[in-house]
């Protein structure tokens, strides 16, 4: 079956420009996460939607950062005002029900901010 | 706060020789311990679920181990297509969210 699909796959823009990200979760699954990596590092949580509500907004580094899942399924990452720290990879996760269930993962949009 | 520290940072073995990845972690309450692999350009692919002290899990040539402050991921005979990047996270109790070390690079030549 499809697993979590994400695009763009690659995404250059230059600073102060916004931008979005798309994440299209495995069918059925409720719960969606976003995660960012730096080079080198582990994933860092970004947000967390159970269906359409979010939940945890905690990892959001600044209010240039929104996300929403509007009707329950695919989700927006949105940057606005993009800065070239924000140049990461973006990973989008999906569980059936959330809890400590597994979360799977896309491979993720790499933003380059010039 | 919550943390995991993994090391070694990187690993190299030859084919065949095996050895352990170890995983620390401090978390209020331990709802899960996950271990992932990624491989280069792509997202973190599931591995195992560990949930309380002293549960094991095995998948071919790897198995987890869990105790109170740590996990290992031991490698049996492993093949150059084990090289990757092996991720650990935790997830405390009362969150969704997985708290992820910075991983292991792991490379095993033939």
């Known amino acids: 079956g499809a697993g979590v699909s994400q695009s763009p796959r690659y995404k250059v823009a230059k600073r102060g420009q916004d931008v979005a990200l798309r994440c299209d979760p495995i069918?059925?699954?409720?719960?969606l996460f976003w995660y960012q990596q730096a080079l080198g590092q582990g994933p860092e949580f970004l947000t967390y939607?159970?269906?359409?509500?979010?939940?945890?907004k905690s990892g959001l580094p600044s209010d240039r950062f929104f996300a929403e899942r509007p009707e329950g399924s695919v989700s927006t990452l949105k940057i606005q005002r993009t800065q070239q720290e924000d140049s990461a990879v973006y990973l989008c996760?999906?569980?059936?029900?959330?809890?400590?269930?597994?979360?799977?993962f896309g491979d993720g949009t790499r933003l380059s901010i010039l | 706060e919550d943390q995991v520290t993994q090391s070694p940072e990187a690993l190299r073995l030859q084919e065949g020789e095996s050895s352990s990845l170890n995983c620390s972690y401090t978390?209020?309450?331990?709802?899960?311990l996950f271990w992932y692999r990624q491989d280069p350009g792509k997202g973190p692919e599931f591995l195992f679920t560990?949930?309380?002290a002293g549960e094991e899990k095995e998948k071919e040539r790897l198995k987890a181990t869990l105790t109170k402050k740590e996990s290992f991921l031991h490698i049996t005979a492993p093949k150059p297509e084990d090289s990757a990047t092996y991720l650990c996270?935790?997830?405390?109790?009362?969150?969704?969210?997985?708290?992820f070390g910075t991983g292991t690079r792991l490379q095993v030549f033939p």
């Open positions: 996760a999906s569980s059936p029900r959330g809890g400590n269930q597994p979360q799977h």
């Open positions: 939607f159970q269906n359409e509500a979010q939940l945890d």
């Open positions: 069918s059925g699954h409720v719960s």
């Open positions: 978390v209020s309450g331990l709802r899960g």
């Open positions: 996270a935790v997830q405390a109790r009362g969150t969704d969210k997985l708290i």
């Open positions: 560990l949930y309380s």
